[in-house]
């Protein structure tokens, strides 16, 4: 959000194409891996997106990507990864029913209780897009929408992009802990998912907030700071988790040989 935005005169030219290029950047990290994550889904018959994660995922990318992104750009990186998501749904629905053997269930009505999870996250991102629209979010910074003055969804992207990246990568130490196995995720999954999200969010809205304080200063709010800290936390921890279990399943491979 935000590509196409027109900066006040003391803001340099390079703020707004520079910052795409970062945006843009971290896009193509997630689409690859959400290609990494369908890979290793195959090879290991199983899923690597959190099942909450995923559902809320799907939800931001049909609300943001159908009915709010108004720049081309913007809509097609949406629905790129939705389109994307195919792939990843189809893993959960395929694979997913042998991870939730402790848990009959979930295991019977998986693909219930994914459907029922992106419905209740549709209503959850719509919901909060209606309400900033309706309460005029950052609309002092002069924003347009539709060609008319407007809550500013640049702010609307970073409340809810962070709250997505923070619940995917907490998630995701969680996941990987429960599971005690790397089924599913890749060294890869971790790289491209931690770089995209540092790039396309955390450098991309704090390179803005440099040179363009007034206009996002939400970013440096103590809950903005801290969402996008925590994100941050959780995605240096996975790799330690990760590692020490990867070692775990070579010692068994090996003793199996």
């Not at 027109?6 to 290029?21: E, Y």
């Not at 196995?181 to 396309?200: D, P, Y």
């Not at 200063?217 to 801290?226: A, I, K």
Request: hydrophobic share 50%.
């Amino acid at each position: 959000m935000g590509s196409a935005d027109i900066p006040p005169a003391h803001v340099p030219a390079h703020v707004v194409p520079v910052s795409n290029i970062m945006l843009q950047t971290g896009g193509a990290l997630w689409t690859l891996c959400y290609i990494l994550l369908i890979r290793a889904s195959n090879r290991t018959k199983s899923y690597g997106m959190p099942l909450f994660a995923l559902a809320l995922n799907v939800g931001w990318e049909i609300v943001y990507g159908l009915l709010v992104a108004e720049e081309p750009l913007e809509r097609t990186g949406f629905q790129v990864w939705l389109l994307v998501d195919v792939g990843l749904v189809y893993g959960l629905l395929t694979h997913g029913r042998a991870e939730w053997a402790h848990a009959p269930l979930v295991r019977r009505h998986l693909g219930t209780i994914f459907a029922g999870l992106c419905a209740a996250c549709v209503l959850g991102h719509w919901s909060f897009v209606r309400w900033a629209f309706d309460s005029g979010i950052g609309a002092h910074r002069g924003k347009t929408y539709a060609g008319t003055p407007s809550a500013d969804t640049t702010e609307m992207g970073f409340w809810s992009a962070a709250v997505c990246q923070v619940v995917l990568s907490a998630a995701s130490v969680a996941q990987l802990l429960v599971r005690g196995s790397t089924r599913g995720v890749s060294w890869g999954v971790w790289a491209s998912r931690t770089l995209g999200s540092v790039v396309g969010f955390n450098v991309y809205y704090g390179f803005r907030w440099w040179y363009w304080p007034e206009g996002h200063d939400y970013v440096v709010t103590p809950f903005g700071l801290f969402l996008a800290s925590a994100g941050l936390c959780a995605d240096l921890i996975y790799p330690v988790i990760f590692a020490h279990i990867r070692a775990n399943e070579r010692a068994v491979e090996t003793r199996k040989q």
